[in-house]
């Protein structure tokens, strides 16, 4: 069974407007952490943003904010007034227990900025 | 801080032959490093799980004897793709794990290219 998805392949969004990248997440583990990662084509994967299973705000980083819904199972990003350079790769990705902390990813969603 | 290098960052070769990518932690000791492969246009793959000292724990279906993985230090990883051929052309990109982190966060490197002719 899929773990993180993501279910948007690809969006187009007009320049400095906001958008909502959806992540969705299944798992039985009480503590457990949720990542968003962006990937230009470059290739690089920079991290965006973290959110703690028993983090009780939503986590917010600058422009990134994380719209947090436990009972949902629901990890959304959001990025507030998109710019030309956020058009990427943006991978959602889940870490459960365990020694390794290995992180579990989605599928991606290809974001376009328009001008 | 929490910089990764991975070199090189492409690399072409003739089928048959070997190629190491490297992988450093530039600022900070790695207990872990992951080594992920990733075809276009698709997510991450976990190869394999990398743990300073010890051997490398593989994902189902990797070839451990095709992509060796040595984690010598901790600020060190080596990925090694024995006898390359074409369909082993991929992007490879390693990340690493400080220690302790509640987090879990991975740091990246930039990633490495390889064509293989």
């Known amino acids: 069974a899929q773990k993180i998805t993501q279910t948007q392949p690809g969006m187009f969004v007009q320049e400095k407007e906001a958008v909502t990248l959806d992540c969705t997440y299944d798992?039985?583990?009480?503590?457990?952490?949720l990542f968003w990662y962006k990937q230009p084509s470059s290739g690089e994967m920079i991290f965006l943003i973290y959110?703690?299973?028993?983090d009780q705000q939503n986590a917010t980083e600058g422009r990134y904010s994380l719209n947090f819904q436990k009972a949902r199972k629901s990890a959304n990003l959001v990025i507030s007034a998109s710019q030309l350079g956020d058009s990427a790769m943006y991978f959602c990705?889940?870490?459960?227990?365990?020694?390794?902390?290995?992180?579990?990813w989605g599928a991606g969603t290809k974001l376009i900025i328009k001008p | 801080g929490a910089v990764v290098s991975q070199h090189p960052s492409w690399v072409i070769c003739k089928s048959g032959t070997s190629v190491k990518i490297e992988c450093r932690s530039l600022?900070?000791?790695?207990?872990?490093m992951f080594w992920y492969r990733q075809f276009p246009k698709q997510s991450l793959m976990l190869m394999a799980t990398?743990?300073?000292?010890?051997?490398?724990?593989?994902e189902q279906g990797v070839e451990k004897d095709k992509f060796l993985i040595n984690h010598a230090s901790l600020t060190l990883s080596t990925l090694t793709v024995t006898s390359a051929h074409p369909e082993d052309s991929s992007f490879y990109i390693c990340?690493?794990?400080?220690?302790?982190?509640?987090?879990?966060?991975?740091?990246f490197g930039p990633g490495t290219r390889l064509t293989v002719l």
């Open positions: 990340s690493a794990r400080d220690q302790p982190s509640g987090r879990g966060e991975q740091f």
């Open positions: 798992t039985s583990d009480p503590s457990y952490g």
């Open positions: 990398s743990n300073e000292g010890s051997k490398a724990t593989y």
């Open positions: 959110q703690g299973s028993y």
């Open positions: 600022d900070f000791q790695a207990t872990t």
């Open positions: 990705a889940m870490r459960e227990g365990g020694s390794n902390y290995q992180l579990i």
